[in-house]
């Protein structure tokens, strides 16, 4: 964004995937973005033993070519798959394609890798700031004030800005 001043100031509650992807998108669009997230980096997908891999379809690519992050994702964080393997009652198995013709692919990754990417993403824009172990407990619409508790500290605090966006889909 350069030197220019954001033009509107933004808080999303949570930095998961979709969080950290509009984070991204704000940003290119001149705003300041705070975000904030309950986990705190040592509480991952990864370590945790929840994460599952997640199959990029063409709406997940588009939105990362958008970012120009699409072939990065393909080419580190992912493993091209062309179909599935059905098993029958009858103890047979067949290849299902993902395309018609069999030769277009989905791409598979590691939730964890594919977060860690765009939290190390959205961390590089200078008006992006990610905020961990930070508990939403309040929203008031009327004034666009978020009311937070840090989870290490248990202090409350407020942040405002001129619009808030909810991406705390887990919680």
Known sequence: M???KPIFSSIIVGGGLSGLLMAMYLSRMGGRVQVFERRTLTTS???SGRSI???LSARGLAALRELDLEETAKKTLSVPVYGRTVHSIANTTSFVPYSDDGRKAVHIC???RLHRMLREEAE???NVSVHHGQRCIGV???TGTVSLVDTATRQQHDVSADFIVGADGTY
């Open 124 to 126: 590089r824009l200078p």
């Open 2 to 4: 350069n030197n220019r």
């Open 110 to 112: 590691p939730r964890w």
């Open 53 to 55: 891999n997640l199959l």
């Open 140 to 142: 008031d619409l009327d």
């Open 45 to 47: 997908w990864h370590k």
